[in-house]
């Protein structure tokens, strides 16, 4: 069965940075595009990035420049490297692919505070 497994999370100071990563199985990674999602408290889940079979990527505006996602097909792990953060990245962090239905990993928290 398809699975998504988020590691990584963690409190953070205003300004710092955390990789997520991300492990799939079940499925052939290599063939389908990866998303990281997040939610914040009392808000909706949003796509924070994405990356292509070809690892074309592409990003919120909100992260762009800060966040870099990417692939290791050999490994079936996503990563999403997260710089400068502020306390607006608060949220719990998904993994997400559509192969034939939406699968989601169980969701990492990233807290950043001083």
């Known amino acids: 069965q398809v699975q998504l497994v988020e590691s990584g999370g963690g409190l953070v100071q205003p300004g710092g940075s955390l990789r997520l990563s991300c492990v799939a199985s079940?499925?052939?990674?290599?063939?389908?595009?990866m998303n990281w999602y997040r939610q914040g408290p009392g808000k909706e889940r949003d796509l924070v990035a994405t990356?292509?079979?070809?690892?074309?990527?592409d990003y919120a505006a909100s992260v762009k420049g800060r966040f870099t996602i990417s692939r290791d097909n050999a490994k079936s792990t996503v990563y999403l490297q997260m710089n400068s953060l502020n306390p607006e990245d608060t949220a719990v962090y998904y993994c997400?692919?559509?192969?034939?239905?939406?699968?989601w990993g169980q969701g990492t928290q990233v807290t950043v505070s001083s």
């Open positions: 997400n692919t559509y192969v034939g239905f939406s699968a």
């Open positions: 079940g499925f052939s990674f290599r063939r389908y595009t």
């Open positions: 990356i292509s079979s070809d690892s074309s990527t």
